[in-house]
């Protein structure tokens, strides 16, 4: 057996010796179809939608429309901005100067915009433009203006949704006011601007400002029955830095409404999401204290009470007591601490119904109730919803309870 | 070199089994499984794995029946020479189909999210040129390639499920029947068809050391694979929700791009996954296209398999060219799915009947 | 059979030409078949004659020296030899002097010339290694080898004195397997001292070593070690019949050995072990390998060989188990660096740069911006000029080697940054490879892998990480299919072998390891004694309380 073994062998490998010239000079012919060099691409970092007015029709060429009947399509007009990175600008490595004013975060990006009738129309027009090609893979923040988030986001939805390259963890965000002004920041943190954006929002995570919403989990929340999606609603201050001004609602696509700052924590309380991040001003005594969340847990029970469905909201906070404005409180005393804990009880219970009611009023489930109904009574959920539409109607009339227990743990490092 | 050798252990061939049966199906399932009974994809997916256990199980107990040959030969002596060699034809055609639909679709996973460029022929001319020139092994090689590449195979989508798990959500998963369970049946067949890759074991079986362990190792076989895949379809649907999935034409692939290393060691997973992938679609095409060759070398009694395998090469490769565009090519892989269930496991299950009421066996192994 | 091994002189170095054709293998070329003398013939006795023949044979070669003197100042006889080859001091006392004066007290009239020579062996020569031969070609290639030739008018047959003595040089450190902690010999070229190291550290009755002879031309002495009831009845008659199969005319190393022997000559993987350290043969040897010697080769040849092999170090087994297995599995990680390291780098810039991470992959196309060439390109270029670099410093005199591979290494990596020549990741991602080709203990390995790098490179430009996994495919199904005398190249990874496994990523600990690796098939199984699960314990932890413990006591 030993002496034929190699035999057969030797000629697989004579074929493949045979072979192997053919397949290289194949390769050579036919090129290298999808190498393109890292330099040669044109990286978007940062992409910004905003409605263009009517006006800036005479800004567009047809590149992918041209016969009269074969398009444009009826929806309006929509200005793209785009931040691409500049090669060469930002140095290698943790040099502070480098090459070419890597000081200036203006330097290092270049943002071009251009109208379109939609998102890869306006993207066609662009590329038309640029010798490098758009490439997607590394794009991290889609910014859209609140004009736009209320006319509709299906159309930007769908493309990034199908475009292969775009990641699930790049963060959609809706702006107050243009979304172009937020690609041309020039924020002084980081080297590259939409960097600081995706930062700003993924620093936040961490420190319980913002719960996890990257465009991915936005779509999954979206596409859910008993669901709607949400998005940062996020404003350029004077300072070149992002405020995140909210919870951006949604009823489908289309942007119904925005929280204040803290019905983000108040939406987050709810989920139980860890850490927590946001402090309030607790009255107590007719003076006030500042607490700050250290620790959430919740819990959304559902039952159906009277063929309607019901929810239970338990929560429980650990919090320390951050600031006080005077001395007026002995806070060795048990009572003054239970006080508090009380007295910050009504505040949330307070701000939650105000949440809910206004998520009701504008039909938007973000907190996903409708799901508790699909999924743990699927009998009453297929008698009676079984569409989004209705889901969204019947949301607006659900009853719940609030249950909260506030425990402050910790005082800090003074003893009074 | 000679057929007499029999020295595949049984975890060797429970390998065989393992890396055919994962491979480019893993990447639609939970689309295949949440379009049956949205959240009752991992249901769904558990009887899928079942139904073809059972089919399995047929053949391996025609195996342990006649241990020393493989379906082509033995279904002669059961229901005669013709009518056994005109579905021996059918098998054969059958796995050149399949051989062909899994080059296609992997080529077009690769196309439409890694290589956009490059023209589909090439790429599935690739995969098919190496698994062609890998099929002129011997069977003890054979089945080192599949034991080598398992771990290939179950430790990167074990990474991801493991990684994508802490954004997953029981409710998605709830109610675990399903809303709509109506289309569950449907489904059932269309997942258990992704395992057709295990008809496999009937030429294993020839070439295991002790052929009697034929039923254990395929019910290991299945009980990896299939719990893998009810892995992966929980964690696609606990993260993306079944709403969700249904709008993805490859849900892993996407669960692969929703997942990053720690540490940002890799910021999205799937250009890498999909890399990894090709071992996982090498080894189903490795056995499919194994299988048709060595079939086919015993329907016409040939000595040298070796030729088949790059005689088979164009005809396969046509055959992959043939569905127009992606929908098409699902629409086939479904329908071919469908007709091989009857062939992989309705066949050998009436093929069992008559020997068992025939009363045949083949020649007592000598261990 | 005698060993060869007891008829050695184990410190001079001086081997015995002595029993040829005793062991030799029966595949074994004729000798004399094809070279100097045309036509075979027994000695007739007279001495004119035959030194007419040998200067017929050997030409008009003026080195040779032909002693005419008389033995016991009666027979005329002559003693031929090649001075340069042997100890003429040696030659005089134990030879010469006993052979020119009649031993004390000895009857001289009952001497003839018919039987001289067998009593000159027994009764008259100091020396240990003496063979009587009545062949004319034997003692051609006695005389070849270095040995003195006896002949006497009248006998029909002649001495033929073991006296060669080549220099050699010194038992050394292994140049090229150094450790930190182990022995420090080394094989030298001459084969005699290193049968010697061998059978210095294993003094087993069951170690063999049989000898043939290879090369039309160079007749070199082959030496086929193994441990008889250990290794593979089945694996030495391979060994024996491949090596007998053998026809060249020259053998001046082990590895012309190895290219006749191995299994597949088109792979780029070594499929036989080659090693200059005694230490590592004897190990070898009893799991129960091969190893295969060649007579002026410093490099033995150790057969089967699977793969893990070549990462494995002999340190690994001289130090504590713990930290080698640490520096194993970093050898292994620098083992797959030598391999796609460039291939995934170009895949990644080329064609997946979403992989890597935002910040970085910008600073990446920043410096890459001015490169006029593909990564793919880029690549090649400093591979190759990398692999000239390589090639120069080891061509070089040591001492110009090391300023060389300063210049080679920091003036121009830094001169083609600087000139935008290629990009400094490039050059770093090089580097990392090139140190990690390094880190692989076995050469030859080292350079398969070197060699591979290429092809993955240049289809990780065409297709990306597809082709690199591709390609790894490719290498990974025919390491499969490769084997080394029966035994499966990847074993005992695949057909997988728990028992083995213990040696292969890590390297357990040696009481784990109680049984020989069963791929080889060894005839005895057990290494480890029964007892020695783990090391003893110390005296006194548990108070003596284990009745084994106080009945030492």
Redesign the interface.
């Known amino acids: 057996m030993?002496a034929d073994?190699?035999r057969p062998?030797?000629g697989i490998?004579?074929r493949t010796?045979r072979a192997c010239p053919l397949l290289?000079a194949a390769?050579l012919l036919c090129g290298?179809w999808?190498?393109?060099?890292?330099?040669d691409?044109a990286?978007v970092?940062g992409v910004s939608i905003d409605k263009a007015p009517p006006e800036a029709e005479n800004e567009e060429e047809s590149v992918t429309h041209y016969v009269k009947g074969l398009g444009p399509p009826a929806s309006d007009l929509i200005r793209v901005g785009v931040q691409l990175?500049l090669?060469?600008?930002?140095?290698?490595?943790p040099g502070e100067s480098g090459?070419g004013g890597g000081n200036d975060p203006q330097k290092?990006v270049w943002v071009v915009d251009v109208v379109g009738h939609s998102v890869n129309d306006a993207l066609m027009n662009l590329q038309q433009e640029l010798s490098a090609r758009l490439?997607f893979?590394?794009l991290?923040v889609i910014v859209v203006s609140e004009e736009m988030a209320r006319f509709g986001l299906e159309n930007i939805d769908d493309y990034f949704h199908r475009n292969s390259?775009v990641?699930r963890m790049a963060w959609m965000m809706v702006s107050e006011g243009e979304a172009l002004s937020l690609m041309k920041a020039s924020p002084k943190l980081e080297?590259?601007p939409s960097?600081y954006l995706m930062t700003t929002l993924d620093e936040g995570i961490r420190m319980g400002k913002f719960p996890q919403d990257y465009i991915g989990i936005y779509w999954s929340r979206k596409s859910k029955l008993g669901q709607e999606g949400f998005l940062p609603y996020v404003k350029l201050k004077k300072n070149q830095t992002l405020q995140t001004k909210g919870l951006a609602l949604f009823q489908d696509s289309r942007m119904v409404g925005a929280t204040k700052p803290l019905g983000i924590a108040v939406y987050m309380a709810l989920k139980g999401n860890n850490p927590g991040g946001y402090s309030a001003f607790v009255k107590v005594n007719g003076t006030e204290v500042m607490t700050h969340v250290t620790h959430r847990e919740s819990k959304t029970t559902f039952e159906l009470r009277d063929g309607k469905p019901f929810f239970n909201f338990k929560m429980a906070f650990e919090l320390n007591l951050e600031e006080k404005l005077n001395d007026e409180l002995n806070i060795q005393d048990p009572t003054t601490i239970r006080e508090i804990e009380q007295s910050q009880m009504a505040g949330a219970k307070k701000l939650i119904e105000e949440f809910i009611g206004q998520s009701q009023s504008l039909g938007s489930d973000v907190l996903g109730l409708g799901e508790y109904v699909r999924a743990k009574a699927p009998g009453y959920w297929n008698r009676n919803v079984r569409t989004k539409e209705r889901w969204q109607r019947m949301y607006k009339e659900i009853e719940y309870k609030i249950d909260i227990d506030m425990k402050i743990r910790r005082i800090g490092m003074k003893a009074e | 070199m000679t057929k007499a050798t029999r020295d595949v252990?049984a975890?060797?061939a429970s390998a065989v089994l393992v890396s055919t049966i994962i491979g480019v199906g893993v990447l639609p399932l939970p689309l295949f499984a949440v379009r049956a009974a949205d959240t009752g994809g991992p249901l769904v997916t558990l009887l899928g794995s079942v139904c073809a256990l059972i089919g399995l199980l047929f053949v391996a107990a025609l195996g342990m029946r006649f241990p020393d040959q493989s379906i082509i030969q033995y279904s002669e002596r059961l229901i005669g020479k013709w009518p056994a060699r005109a579905i021996g034809a059918c098998l054969i055609v059958f796995f050149a189909l399949l051989t062909s639909l899994t080059a296609r679709e992997f080529g077009e996973v690769?196309v439409t999210s890694?290589?956009k460029q490059?023209p589909v022929e090439v790429?599935v001319i690739?995969m098919l040129m190496?698994a062609a020139?890998?099929a002129r092994?011997t069977m003890s090689?054979f089945?080192?390639?599949h034991?080598?590449?398992v771990p290939l195979l179950l430790v990167p989508v074990l990474l991801i499920v493991a990684l994508s798990l802490k954004n997953a959500e029981l409710l998605n998963l709830q109610p675990f029947w399903g809303n709509k369970p109506e289309g569950m049946l449907q489904g059932i067949l269309t997942i258990a068809a992704l395992f057709q890759g295990s008809f496999v074991m009937t030429i294993v079986i020839p070439a295991m050391r002790r052929p009697a362990k034929a039923l254990s190792v395929s019910l290991y076989s299945i009980l990896i694979a299939g719990g893998l895949y009810v892995v992966i379809v929980i964690a696609v649907v606990g993260v993306f929700g079944a709403q969700e999935t249904r709008k993805l034409l490859w849900p892993t692939l996407e669960l692969a791009k929703a997942t990053s290393l720690p540490a940002?060691v890799?910021?999205?997973l799937d250009?890498?996954f999909?890399?990894?992938w090709?071992?996982a679609v090498?080894t189903t095409l490795l056995s499919s296209y194994y299988l048709t060759s060595q079939s086919l070398k015993q329907l016409l009694r040939l000595e040298e398999p070796r030729i088949f395998t790059f005689f088979l090469l164009p005809f396969v490769f046509v055959l992959a060219m043939v569905p127009a565009n992606i929908v098409k090519m699902y629409e086939a892989v479904l329908n071919v799915g469908k007709v091989g269930l009857a062939l992989t496991t309705v066949y050998p299950g009436l093929l069992l009947v008559i020997a068992w009421v025939r009363k045949k066996r083949g020649s007592a192994h000598e261990r | 059979m005698p060993l060869f091994g007891n008829r050695t002189h184990l410190l001079s170095g001086k081997t015995r030409r002595g029993n040829r054709g005793q062991s030799e293998s029966p595949s074994e070329p004729d000798s004399g078949r094809g070279d100097g003398s045309p036509v075979r013939k027994p000695l007739n006795g007279r001495l004119a004659e035959l030194l007419a023949d040998v200067t017929d044979v050997l030409g008009t070669d003026t080195t040779l020296s032909v002693r005419r003197f008389r033995i016991f100042g009666t027979f005329p006889a002559a003693m031929l030899f090649f001075p340069n080859m042997l100890d003429q001091a040696a030659l005089n006392e134990t030879i010469l002097k006993p052979a020119m004066s009649a031993p004390p007290g000895s009857d001289l009239s009952d001497w003839t010339a018919q039987r001289l020579m067998d009593r000159l062996a027994n009764e008259a020569l100091w020396h240990t290694d003496c063979s009587e031969t009545e062949d004319f070609d034997a003692l051609i290639q006695g005389l070849l080898h270095g040995d003195t030739v006896l002949v006497a008018d009248g006998s029909n047959a002649a001495l033929v004195i073991g006296t060669r003595q080549i220099d050699k040089r010194g038992i050394d450190q292994p140049g090229t397997e150094q450790v930190i902690r182990g022995p420090r010999e080394g094989f030298v070229e001459p084969i005699g001292p290193n049968l010697a190291l061998i059978r210095y550290r294993l003094q087993a009755a069951e170690l063999r070593m049989r000898q043939l002879t290879v090369g039309r031309k160079t007749r070199s002495k082959v030496v086929i070690c193994y441990m008889d009831g250990l290794t593979d009845p089945a694996l030495l008659a391979?060994v024996e019949r491949r090596i007998g199969a053998i026809d060249i005319d020259a053998v001046l190393d082990s590895g012309y050995l190895e290219q006749y022997i191995e299994?597949?000559?088109?792979?780029p993987f070594p499929q036989v072990q080659y090693t200059e350290r005694p230490d590592k043969v004897v190990a070898n040897l009893l799991e129960g390998r091969v190893a295969i010697l060649v007579d002026g080769s410093p490099l033995a040849l150790i057969v089967p060989t699977v793969f893990n092999q070549f990462y494995q170090a002999v340190e690994d087994y001289t130090e504590r188990f713990m930290q080698m297995s640490a520096i194993r599995m970093a050898r292994l990680v620098a083992l797959v660096f030598s391999l796609v390291f460039p291939s995934i780098y170009v895949s990644v810039?080329?064609?997946?740069?979403?992989?890597?991470?935002?910040?970085f992959?910008?600073?990446?196309?920043?410096?890459?911006?001015?490169?006029p060439w593909?990564?793919?390109v880029e690549v090649l270029i400093i591979e190759i000029s990398m692999e000239v670099l390589r090639e120069a410093t080891i061509r070089l005199p040591q001492q110009v080697g090391g300023a060389l591979s300063i210049v080679g290494v920091l003036v121009i990596g830094q001169a083609a940054v600087a000139a935008g020549f290629a990009s400094?990741?490039t050059v770093v991602i090089i580097a990392l490879t090139t140190i990690g080709s390094f880190a692989t203990p076995a050469y030859n390995a080292a350079l398969a892998l070197r060699l591979l790098r290429f092809p993955l490179i240049?289809?990780a430009?065409?297709?990306?990480?597809?082709g690199?996994?591709?390609g790894l495919?490719?290498i990974?199904?025919h390491l499969?299919?490769l084997?080394s005398?029966?035994v499966?190249y990847?074993s005992p990874?695949?057909?997988?072998n728990f028992e083995g496994m213990k040696d292969v990523l890590i390297r357990g600990p040696l009481w784990w390891m109680k049984r020989r690796p069963a791929f080889l098939k060894p005839g005895d199984r057990v290494r480890v004694g029964p007892e020695m699960t783990e090391p003893p314990e110390t005296i006194g932890e548990e108070g003596g309380a284990s009745p084994t413990s106080t009945a030492k006591e």
């Open positions: 030993n073994a190699p062998f030797r490998v004579r010796a290289l390769a290298c999808d190498r393109t060099e890292i330099e691409r990286i970092l990175a090669p060469g600008r930002i140095p290698l490595g090459g290092t490439f893979g590394h991290r390259e990641r080297r590259v960097l | 252990t975890t060797q690769v890694v290589l490059t790429t690739v190496l020139i890998s092994n090689t089945a080192y390639i034991f080598f590449y940002n890799l910021e999205r250009g890498a999909l890399a990894v090709v071992t090498f | 391979e299994d597949n000559q088109w792979s810039i080329s064609f997946n740069p979403e992989l890597i991470p935002t910040e992959a910008v600073a990446v196309a920043g410096g890459r911006a001015g490169v593909p990564a793919v400094p990741i240049i289809i430009g065409i297709f990306g990480l597809y690199v996994m591709i495919i490719l990974a199904n499969l299919s084997k005398f029966g499966p990847l990874l695949v057909p997988v």
